[in-house]
């Protein structure tokens, strides 16, 4: 995301979870006078969000039930009390990570002043855990002698797990933002429902990128006995569908993309079930939001590996690909039709 040059990084607490230690707690916090160093910072703990994927606290019961909740509402209310309230963040997040096989690591709470969250300048707390640690080259010289180490650090590139709360919309659970790059398996989606309690913000940011996932998925059940090549068109045929709208709408899309009365019933069958697994998103009919499309794509493989040999990038048109086996040879092969080579 984009960072303002105004935003300042007041102070950082930093506590440590490790497997033999257990909690190590700082004494106090930290306040970072040098210039440099406090922007170098506020860069690499803002720059991995996107600021299109919102969250909020929530609890089932109340809000007063979501202990990260309240010591960040806490903070927010008295901002001396940073380190204090760290403290009981990382004993909640190292009573969620005992029993589970979590990594270990540091974990860090700031407070950040002069945010911009579009037309609003606010405060924001952040509440991050560094749990790869990378190795760098270090050249030392002097009087004409060099020497040269290893040292291990953490990457200003990489941040693995992250909130940052803004001072905003405290009564229902403030605007926040997640990142989470280490959690591919979903560890019991331990940081952000066990730990945090956060769920998304069903705008038309959250509600394009469910469709997408919902029509990859579907893609797999009703292309089951088909090429992979049916499966990535069918997706990038239903992605340039929802590039050329501003809203999606079931029926225009059944009728514009799926055509096919078998396909559109079992398409139909697939969004009841949808629904009733997400009441509350709208699966039939919701503004679309290009962000969106354009983040997700990026995680839609649309390449087809051939042993080690080749790799085909399929875009549409699947009727300029087949695929057949030759019985002389008893190899599969696809032959590609195209009007020009580049």
């Not at 560890?187 to 769920?199: P, S």
């Not at 990128?209 to 893609?219: G, H, K």
Request: aromatic residues 12%; negative net charge.
């Amino acid at each position: 995301m984009e960072i303002s040059s105004e935003v300042v990084l007041k102070s950082l607490s930093i506590h440590k979870i490790t497997e033999e230690d257990g909690l190590v707690n700082s004494s106090q916090a930290l306040t970072i006078e040098d210039q440099d160093l406090n922007q170098l910072l506020v860069k690499y703990f803002f720059k991995a969000f996107r600021i299109e994927e919102r969250y909020r606290f929530f609890h089932e019961t109340s809000l007063d039930y979501n202990e990260v909740y309240c010591f960040v509402r806490d903070i927010f209310e008295s901002p001396s009390k940073l380190h204090e309230k760290s403290v009981e963040i990382a004993k909640h997040l190292y009573a969620h990570s005992r029993n589970q096989n979590i990594k270990d690591g540091d974990v860090m709470v700031t407070y950040f002043e002069d945010c911009v969250l579009g037309d609003e300048v606010t405060d924001a707390v952040g509440i991050f855990k560094v749990e790869n640690r990378d190795t760098y080259i270090k050249i030392m010289g002097h009087a004409g002698v060099f020497d040269i180490s290893s040292e291990e650090g953490i990457s200003i590139n990489k941040l693995d797990k992250g909130l940052i709360i803004f001072n905003t919309d405290k009564e229902t659970g403030y605007q926040t933002m997640l990142v989470d790059k280490t959690n591919k398996a979903g560890n019991a989606q331990y940081w952000q429902n066990d730990f945090l309690g956060v769920e998304p913000f069903t705008d038309e940011y959250f509600q394009t990128q469910n469709i997408i996932n919902n029509l990859q998925e579907f893609a797999q059940e009703a292309f089951a006995g088909q090429t992979k090549t049916e499966k990535i068109a069918f997706v990038n045929e239903s992605i340039d569908y929802m590039k050329s709208n501003n809203q999606f709408d079931q029926t225009d899309y059944q009728e514009t993309v799926l055509q096919a009365p078998e396909l559109i019933e079992h398409f139909e069958n697939f969004q009841e079930k949808k629904q009733i697994e997400q009441p509350e998103m709208n699966v039939e009919n919701f503004d679309i939001s290009k962000p969106a499309i354009k983040n997700t794509k990026r995680f839609i493989r649309s390449v087809i590996k051939l042993d080690k040999n080749f790799h085909v990038y399929v875009h549409g048109n699947r009727q300029n690909i087949e695929r057949g086996f030759d019985e002389n040879r008893k190899q599969n092969f696809y032959t590609l039709y195209f009007e020009r080579e580049e």
